[in-house]
């Protein structure tokens, strides 16, 4: 029984980092695009849902998440539309990595200087707290809640791109954009929604995140490493491949853990160095181009 909670609470944990890497991975399948500055939004988000708590005490953060999903899109949209379009079609692939990079840098010390390095969390009240048992096993309730709302963005995510207009005007785009353009379709406002959906993803794991653990204004590398591990293992462009790289992650970590407690993220780091080695191109098998 022990083994099956660890399984359990692994694929929660996975669900979480699932969710750290869907918005990268839908401006990487569609824009061709890394953004670098992923982390810090996702860290922002975090920030946002800690201060809006605060002006409404008492509030469960579960229903901070639509509210602060909704202002990352439009942050999202505005960042795309004013920079990242400047560089998303530059010949030179180094440009949005460079450009995106220095926005990381730009958006940690602007946290830094609001709101200090102290250590923040999002307090989830009695919610962290509850466990259910199911023939001996205990689960949290938080984390089953973090791995159904993990699966339900991502249903949501793929019949968006699968069965309206607005997703087969993404698929074209992201197939190719000069195709595109001659059949009506701007490829620059596809890419602005695409921004905005990708970093409303990463406010809800920002949001999912700080409710599970601590962060401070310099937290955002470490969540663009798991991000990037996460698209790399599940493969580039790939949502339902982000969602198993995340399983995968997530049972890592546990079951290291559980043999060797010192060993922290460790064995995260090791399984996607493993996949790296025999699947580089992805547990989906999707290339990079």
């Known amino acids: 029984m022990d083994w099956v909670g660890l399984i359990i609470n692994g694929l929660c944990l996975g669900g979480l980092y699932g969710m750290l890497g869907v918005g990268l991975a839908l401006v990487t399948g569609v824009m061709r695009f890394v953004n670098i500055s992923h982390g810090e939004f996702i860290v922002m988000a975090a920030f946002l849902g800690v ?80 466990s259910i048992s199911v023939g001996g096993i205990s689960i949290g309730v938080l984390p089953l809640i973090t791995l159904g709302l993990a699966i339900l963005f991502f249903v949501v995510l793929q019949l968006v791109i699968a069965r309206t207009a607005f997703g087969r005007a993404v698929r074209a785009t992201a197939d190719n954009r000069d195709v595109a353009r001659l059949m009506g379709v701007r490829p620059t406002r596809i890419f602005n929604i695409t921004m905005g959906l990708s970093l409303a993803l ?64 460790f064995y995260v780091h090791l399984a996607f160095f493993a996949v790296v080695l025999f699947r580089p191109q992805g547990l989906m098998g999707i290339k990079l181009p």
Request: net charge negative; no cysteine; aromatic share 14%.
């Open 51 to 130: 201060f809006a708590s605060l002006q409404v005490p008492g509030i469960n953060p579960l229903w901070l998440i639509v509210p602060v999903a909704i202002v990352f899109f439009f942050v999202g949209y505005g960042v795309q539309a004013v920079l990242f379009n400047k560089v998303v079609t530059a010949p030179d692939f180094l440009a949005p990595i460079l450009l995106t990079f220095g926005f990381s840098i730009v958006l940690q010390n602007v946290m830094f200087e609001a709101f200090g390095t102290n250590v923040r969390s999002l307090t989830a009240g009695g919610l962290a707290r509850e």
């Open 202 to 265: 990463a406010a809800v794991a920002g949001m999912l995140l700080a409710m599970r653990a601590t962060f401070t204004p310099f937290s955002g590398l470490s969540n663009l490493l798991v991000a990037f591990e996460v698209i790399v293992i599940g493969g580039f462009g790939s949502f339902w491949g982000a969602l198993l790289g995340g399983f995968l992650l997530g049972l890592a970590q546990l079951i290291g853990l559980h043999f060797d407690p010192d060993a922290g993220i």
